[in-house]
C-alpha cells in the first residue's frame, strides 16, 4: 500500500517537473514590457530576458536609468515612465504600440515598487499611505489598462509583482495594504481575461535586497515618523517601543537575500513556460513561514505575529 502511494506522488511529481519545464518556442519573436528598470528585479530581468533572445521594451524612472539599460544591449530598448503620472503611462503605451505594431505585446512585467515608512499604522498620516499606493497598485492598474490591448493582440501574459506581505499583513503601513491590492487585481485579470486566452501571473517574494529595502532609507522614514508624532499616541507607545521595533526592522532588512535572480527566474518562467504558474513565492523566508502562517487561523496568526513584537507603554501587563 505504501509502495504504491509513493509510485503516485513520484508519477505525480515527474508530471509535475515534466510540465513546468515545457517553454515556448520563438521567444525571439516576443515582445515583453516591464516597468521599473532603474534598479533591482526589473532591471536584472530585462537583461535576463535580452540574453534570451526576447525582445525588452524595459521602462525605468530616470533618464540616467534608461540611458544605463540602452547601453546593455543594441537589441533593448528603453523609455523614461512614471508609473503614478497617467500621461506617461498613456505616452508609453503609445510608443510601445508603434514598436510592436501588428505582433502585440507578449509580456507585461508590472515591477515597479516602493516600499515607504515600514512603521505602525498609527504613527502615519493619509499623505504616507498614498505615495505606496499610487505606485505599488494603482501604477500597476494604470499600466495594465493601457497596455491591455497590445496584451489581447498577442493573447500574452501579464506578471504583477506582489509579495509575501500581500498575503499575510506583518507590518503596518501601505505597503501591505498595496500588495494585498495587487493579489486582488490580478485575480480578477486572470478571470476576466480567461476567454482571450491571456494568462496572469503573481510573484510573491520574500524579503530580497533591492532597493525598496535599504536600510539608511528605511530607518530615515522611521526616525521622521516617530519625530512628528504627537502626543498621547507617541506617549502610549513609548520609546522603548521604538528602539526595539527599530532593532528589528534592522533585523528584518539585513536578513534579506541578495539572490535576485531567484525572483527574476520566477518571472522568466511565467513569461516562457507554455504553462505558467498562477503564483509564485520565492524566497525561504516566504515559503517556510509568511506563506504557511497566511493559511492558519487567524487566532494562531496573530498570536504568532503579536508574540513577536515590541510590547507598547501603555500596553496590558
Known sequence: MWLLLLALVGLLLLYRWYRQNQILENLSDKFVFITGCDTGFGNLL??????????????????????????????????????TDSQSVSSAAKWATRIVGDEGLWGLVNNAGFGNALAPNAWQRKADFEKVLNINLLGAFDV?????????????????????????????????????????????????????????????????????????????????????????????????????????????????????YYVTDCMEHALTATHPWTRYSPGLDGKLYYIPVSYLPTVLSDYLLCRSSPKPAYGLK
Open 46 to 83: 530585462a537583461k535576463q530576458l535580452d540574453k534570451r533572445g526576447m525582445k525588452v521594451l524595459a521602462a525605468c524612472l530616470t533618464k540616467q536609468g534608461a540611458e544605463n539599460l540602452r547601453k546593455e544591449s543594441s537589441r533593448l530598448q528603453s523609455i523614461v515612465l512614471d508609473v
Open 144 to 260: 495594465t489598462v493601457n497596455f491591455l490591448p497590445l496584451i489581447i493582440k498577442a493573447r500574452g501574459r501579464i506578471v504583477n509583482v506582489s509579495s509575501c506581505a500581500g498575503r499575510l499583513s506583518f507590518i503596518g503601513g501601505g505597503y501591505c495594504p498595496s500588495k494585498f491590492g495587487v493579489e486582488a487585481l490580478s485575480d480578477s485579470l486572470r478571470r476576466e481575461l480567461y476567454h482571450f486566452g491571456v494568462k496572469v501571473s503573481v510573484i510573491e517574494p520574500g524579503a530580497f535586497q533591492t532597493q525598496i529595502s535599504v536600510k539608511e532609507h528605511h530607518l530615515k522614514n522611521l526616525d521622521r515618523l516617530w519625530s512628528n508624532l504627537s502626543s498621547p499616541i507617541k506617549d502610549y507607545f513609548g520609546e522603548q517601543y521604538y528602539q526595539k521595533y527599530t532593532k528589528g526592522l534592522i533585523y528584518l532588512l539585513e536578513k534579506s537575500s541578495p539572490k535576485l
